[in-house]
């Protein structure tokens, strides 16, 4: 089994190895190939991937280069995790957007779409390559904006998935907070990529929600951000995105402070590339858990196994095609849903009637990431302007003008239309 990571030279990488080496009788890989265009990187994770495997004792043979085509030749998935631009261009998503009272963050409001827009030609150029080599090979999508991503991948017609931790982050605190294991935990997650709830928490078939916020509410609450009597009001649990929306003001007021998240991740990776070097590394260092992407690698061992192997379905949080999942939503919408997933693909299992809180929020957001993507696809100032007015954290046409020509004047370099 061949498989090929996209952005292999990434800080997240020794976090999916050590995946790969801790489940290699879930998903047995032979071969891992890494693709980079950053040489200096892919020289330094390459030998720490190796070394890991050779620690634990796995068989599989990695491999690093710079040419995709090479690399995805005969894969049977490729696993995307690039970041166009590298953190300076995070860094300027989570900075303009402040200066009109907004919320800059890399995957929600105007930062994200500028993301979206500088992420979705480049992830379409490596799927038509992909197809072009190796047509029956799955495509998982971890690239931010997972959802728009992933959706324009799919409007394409390509087999693809998107992939997100945070699900399986929120099953792993569920499951401490109640002394299970995270197997026995099974979440009613529903929503849109960084746009999700926990509806229902099961163990044993029973609904634990409601005991969960009574007995570890507070210590969901402070996970959160959010005020423990919001969580009470709705009667779920919101991923850590929804306080971008519920408590937005506080947000920028604490983002116009502070070091931005950007600034925080580079001095980590520059801190975590000093460590890779060091010959004598063999496992993934503590301090990657601060890096963010909890659990990713599980994650993703789970669901490429799920498409690989004909083991029966398994159920995974997964970012489709709706398909009437969420009746409210287009069928070509994004969703972030349990499903079961073969070889054949994921079907979303059955949603429970929502809240019209929920509801609302969703459809709103999709209106957006509709426009957000047919921005990304063909350009064009108007395009963008739209795309910022239809997203509820801006909604005023003054807000959306400035946005559009800062968005525009931060990206030129990475928008061919520009």
């Known amino acids: 089994m061949k498989l090929t990571v996209v952005g292999g030279g990434s800080t997240y990488t020794p976090e999916l190895i050590d995946g790969f080496a801790r489940l290699r009788d879930v998903l047995p890989v032979t071969e891992l190939v890494l693709t980079d265009p950053a040489t200096d990187r892919l020289d330094l994770i390459g030998p720490l991937s190796r ?5 634990m004792g796995h068989p599989g043979r990695i491999t690093t280069t710079t ?12 696993l995307l995790q690039l970041r166009v631009g590298g953190q300076a261009a995070r860094l300027q998503d989570e900075t303009w957007p402040l200066e009109c009272g907004c919320v800059g963050q890399e995957t929600t409001g105007a930062g994200g779409l500028a993301k979206a827009l500088r992420t979705v030609p480049v992830v379409l150029d490596i799927a038509d390559r992909v197809r072009r080599t190796n047509p029956d090979a799955w495509i998982i999508d971890f690239t931010n904006p997972v959802g728009i991503v992933t959706r324009a991948l799919l409007r394409e017609g390509h087999k693809a998935l998107g992939l997100c931790n945070v699900a399986i982050g929120l099953q792993r605190k569920f499951a401490a907070l109640l002394n299970v294991a995270p197997s026995e935990v099974h979440l009613d997650h529903v929503g849109l990529n960084h746009l999700t709830w926990e509806t229902a928490v099961h163990v044993d078939g029973e609904d634990v ?36 929306f519920y408590a937005h003001d506080e947000v920028v007021a604490e983002m116009r402070t502070r070091p931005s998240r950007a600034a925080e991740v580079a001095r980590m990776e520059k801190e975590l590339l000093t460590l890779y070097a060091d010959p004598a590394l063999d496992e993934k260092p503590a301090l990657l858990a601060e890096r963010g992407g909890a659990y990713y690698s599980e994650a993703a061992v789970d669901l490429a196994a799920a498409l690989l ?14 398909n009437g999942t969420l009746p409210f939503l287009p069928d070509d919408a994004v969703v972030e849903v349990p499903a079961a997933v073969t070889t054949k693909g994921a079907a979303p299992l059955p949603v429970q009637r929502l809240d019209p809180l929920l509801t609302g929020l969703m459809a709103n957001v999709t209106a957006y990431e509709d426009l957000a993507l047919e921005a990304a696809l063909h350009g064009g100032r108007d395009r963008v302007f739209r795309a910022l007015l239809a997203h509820p954290l801006i909604g005023q046409y003054a807000y959306a003008d400035r946005l559009t020509d800062d968005l525009i004047a931060h990206n030129r370099e990475h928008l061919t239309w520009a």
């Open 209 to 244: 929600l409601p005991r969960l916020l009574s007995d570890h509410g507070e210590a969901i609450a402070a996970d959160l951000r959010l005020p423990l009597p919001l969580l009470t009001t709705l009667g779920v649990v919101p991923s850590y995105y929804l306080r971008y």
């Open 67 to 78: 040419d995709l085509d090479a690399a995805v030749e005969g894969a049977d998935a490729v």
């Open 51 to 55: 070394r890991i495997f050779a620690r």
């Open 309 to 322: 192997r004909d083991a029966g379905s398994r159920h995974q949080v997964v970012n489709t095609l709706n």
